[in-house]
């Protein structure tokens, strides 16, 4: 942007007549590295993490959640609420831990839901600010047993005929 001056009442001109202002992009978006992540059951912690991009000026803070999808608080998993904080100029990315619980029950792979919240500071949640994190399961039932079709022939002067067996579920 130029500033100028011009047509002066009662004085005149000074050296100076024009100046010149930068807008300096300050404006972060804060998105999560990712809009998937996996862990396994038998882990103890998911590591997730935020990554601030745009402008790094100012100090910003966000609410990073993990809330109940198909895992539930408490039996699969930890809920947290954790405040990240980036100082000014920091780009560095932050990293907050997801405690999940193991136990015996024989489930599908579970999900819990993560969102950033209530940003400060020049700063806007990016497209990425809700993920999923996903518990794959670790454990596996005695298995099922069945035939791989419903109908054998054998020639009535065979020895032997081959019978096939699919497993499933363990």
């Known amino acids: 942007i130029v500033l100028g001056l011009r047509n002066p009442t009662a004085a005149g001109l000074g050296a100076r007549q024009t100046a010149h202002i930068v807008v300096v992009d300050n404006d972060t978006r804060l998105n999560f590295s990712s809009a998937g992540y996996t862990v396994n059951e038998n ?3 998911a590591v997730i993490s935020v990554v601030r991009e745009g402008g790094g000026s100012g100090i910003t ?8 999808g198909t895992a539930q608080s408490g039996q699969d998993f930890t809920g947290v609420t954790n405040t990240l904080v980036w100082g000014s100029g920091d780009r560095i990315a932050k990293s907050f831990v997801v405690p999940i619980l193991d136990d015996s029950a024989i489930e599908p792979s579970e999900t819990i ?6 940003p400060t500071g020049f700063t806007t949640l990016g497209a990425i600010s809700n993920a999923v994190l996903t518990i794959v ?3 596996f039932g005695p298995g099922i047993i069945g035939f791989d079709t419903n109908f054998y022939q054998v020639a009535e002067n065979g020895i032997a005929g081959t019978i096939n067996l699919i497993r499933t579920n363990g």
């Not at 803070?61 to 109940?68: K, Q, Y």
């Not at 839901?113 to 209530?118: A, D, F, N, P, T």
């Open 43 to 45: 882990t103890s912690n």
């Open 61 to 68: 803070t966000v609410e990073a959640v993990a809330v109940s």
């Open 113 to 118: 839901r993560l969102e950033l919240r209530s």
């Open 137 to 139: 399961e670790n454990d």
